[in-house]
C-alpha cells in the first residue's frame, strides 16, 4: 500500500491513517470450555484435590525445563511467594527497577522488606545493573529483575553482582535472553495471568524453580503454611492463602497450547515495526539488545521532544486521532513507583512507618523520571495483520513528520 506524507494530519482535519478497523480479539475457545466443563463434571474446585492445577504446573515447567511451578492466585502473589520462598529476614533490602507494576512491590512490603530503587537504562527502560550496584548495602538480600514490556533485563549484569536474583516475567512470556528463557535465569521467578497478559485466567500467577527447597516455602506459601502434602496442620511462618482454583486452571492450562505462537506473533510484528519506524524523523524504537526476542507486552517508543518540538502527550493525542491508540506518560500510572503517595508517605500499613526506613525523593533516578515525558506505550496484538502495522507505521511517522515540519516552519519564520 501506498502512503502519502504530503496527507493532512488527522488532527487538522486530514484522513486518519488507520484506514483499516484493527482485528477482533478472541483469546478463548473451544479447550478453555472443554477443560472447564472437566473442572465443573469433577464437581472439584479446590486444587489440591484437582488435576487441572497440577497439570498447569507440570506443563509449564516442562515448557520452560525447570523442575518446578507452583501456581497461584495472581503476578502479585507469585512475587509474594517468590520473595517469601527466599525466607529474608524482614528488614533485608531488596533492588527493584523504578519503573514496575506496584504488583511487583506488595509481596515485599507484606515481607517487611525494604525495596530499594534502582534506576533504567535509557534505550529499553530494563532496571540498570550499573544502578543497581551502586546502591548495594550489607543489608542487600536480593534483586528483583522485572522484564519491562516483554524485554528481557540486562540478567549477565545483574547476576554478575552475586546477589539472589528473583524474576518478574508478568511481561514476559517466552521472553529470551542470549539463548535462555527469561524466567529460567534467576533462582526464582515469577508469572501473571491476568487479563492483560499475554495468556490469561482472568486473575492468576506461577512460580517456577529448579530449587526443591524453595518450591517447598513456595506450596506453602500459597496455602497459610498448611504442610497437605505431610498432612500436618501446624503453621510455623506467615503465610497468605493465594490458592489457584482449579477453574482457573483449566483456563490456564489450555491458554499454554497458545502462548509459543503468541510470543512468535507479536515479536514478528513488532520487528516489523521497528523496521517501518527506522526513518522516521525524531522516534526511537525500544532498544532490543543483541541476542534478546521481545515478547512485546507493550510496544514503546521514545520522542525526540528537542529535535519534533512537541510534548510526548501533544504526540499522543495526535497519533490517536490517527486512529492509533497509545498513551503518553502513562507507563505506570505516570510515575515511577516510588513517588507513589505509600512510598512518599511511607503508609504501608496504618499507624506505622513499618517496613519504610528511607526517604524517597524526587530526583532519585532520573532516568526513569524522565521516561514519562518521553515515551509512548502501545498495544501490540497477536491477531494484527501487516496492514495493521503498516498503518500504524504510516500514522507514526505522519505525526513525526508533521511536528517536525512544524518545528521548521516556527524555526524559518522566527
Ligand atoms: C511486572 C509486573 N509484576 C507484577 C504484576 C502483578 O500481576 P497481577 O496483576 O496478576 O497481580 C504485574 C501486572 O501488571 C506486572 O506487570
Redesign the pocket.
Known amino acids: 500500500m501506498a502512503f502519502d506524507y504530503s496527507e493532512k494530519p488527522a488532527i487538522e482535519g486530514g484522513p486518519k491513517a488507520k484506514r483499516t478497523p484493527f482485528p477482533a480479539r478472541e483469546r478463548h475457545g473451544e479447550l478453555e470450555k472443554r477443560y472447564l466443563a472437566e473442572v465443573i463434571d469433577s464437581d472439584m474446585l479446590f486444587y489440591f484435590a484437582g488435576t487441572k492445577v497440577y497439570e498447569l504446573q507440570k506443563r509449564f515447567a516442562a515448557m520452560y525445563g525447570k523442575k518446578h511451578c507452583v501456581a497461584c492466585s495472581?503476578?502479585?502473589?507469585?512475587?509474594h511467594i517468590a520473595l517469601g520462598a527466599l525466607r529474608l529476614p524482614a528488614g533485608s533490602e531488596v533492588i527493584v527497577p523504578a519503573i514496575?507494576?506496584m504488583?511487583?512491590l506488595t509481596g515485599l512490603l507484606y515481607q517487611g522488606l525494604v525495596p530499594v530503587f534502582a534506576d533504567v537504562d535509557p534505550d529499553t527502560l530494563n532496571i540498570d545493573p550499573a544502578s543497581v550496584r551502586r546502591r548495594i548495602t550489607a543489608r542487600t538480600r536480593a534483586i528483583l529483575a522485572?522484564h519491562?514490556s516483554g524485554l528481557a533485563a540486562d540478567m549477565d549484569g545483574l547476576l554478575d553482582l552475586g546477589i539472589p536474583v528473583v524474576e518478574?516475567c508478568?511481561?514476559a512470556y517466552y521472553c529470551e535472553y542470549k539463548g535462555r528463557l527469561a524466567g529460567t535465569m534467576g533462582a526464582i521467578a515469577?508469572f501473571?495471568?491476568?487479563h492483560?497478559?499475554h495468556i490469561t485466567c482472568g486473575?492468576?500467577?506461577m512460580v517456577l524453580t529448579d530449587d526443591d527447597q524453595l518450591r517447598y516455602v513456595a506450596s506453602l506459601f500459597v496455602d497459610k503454611c498448611f504442610q497437605r502434602e505431610e498432612k500436618i496442620r501446624n503453621p510455623f511462618f506467615l503465610a497468605p492463602n493465594y490458592q489457584m482454583t482449579e477453574l482457573q486452571g483449566a483456563v490456564a492450562l489450555a491458554q499454554l497450547e497458545r502462548v509459543e505462537g503468541i510470543v512468535t506473533a507479536r515479536n514478528r510484528l513488532g520487528t516489523r515495526l521497528n523496521e517501518l519506524l527506522r526513518e522516521v524523523p525524531g522516534v526511537t524504537p525500544q532498544k532490543v539488545p543483541t541476542g534478546s526476542r521481545h515478547s512485546y507486552f507493550m510496544y514503546l517508543f521514545r520522542v525526540d521532544l528537542e529535535r519534533l518540538g512537541c510534548t510526548a502527550r501533544e504526540f499522543s493525542a495526535a497519533l490517536a486521532a490517527e486512529g492509533i491508540p497509545n498513551e503518553a506518560h502513562q507507563i505506570t500510572g505516570g510515575r515511577p513507583v516510588y513517588l507513589y503517595d505509600i512510598f512518599q508517605n511511607r503508609s504501608a500499613f496504618p499507624g506505622t512507618e513499618y517496613p519504610f526506613d528511607r526517604v524517597y525523593r524526587k530526583g532519585d533516578c532520573p532516568v526513569a523520571e524522565e521516561a514519562y515525558s518521553r515515551w509512548i506505550t502501545m498495544s501490540l496484538y497477536e491477531q494484527y495483520a501487516e496492514t495493521d502495522i503498516e498503518e500504524i507505521a504510516f500514522g507514526i511517522g505522519k505525526v513525526a513528520r508533521h511536528f517536525a515540519g512544524m518545528r521548521i516552519e516556527r524555526t524559518v519564520s522566527a
Do not use: E, I
Not at 495472581?74 to 512475587?79: E, F, H, K, P, Y
Open positions: 495472581s503476578g502479585t502473589a507469585a512475587v514496575t507494576d504488583g511487583s522485572v519491562h518478574d508478568a511481561q515469577s501473571s495471568l491476568n492483560f497478559k486473575s492468576g500467577g
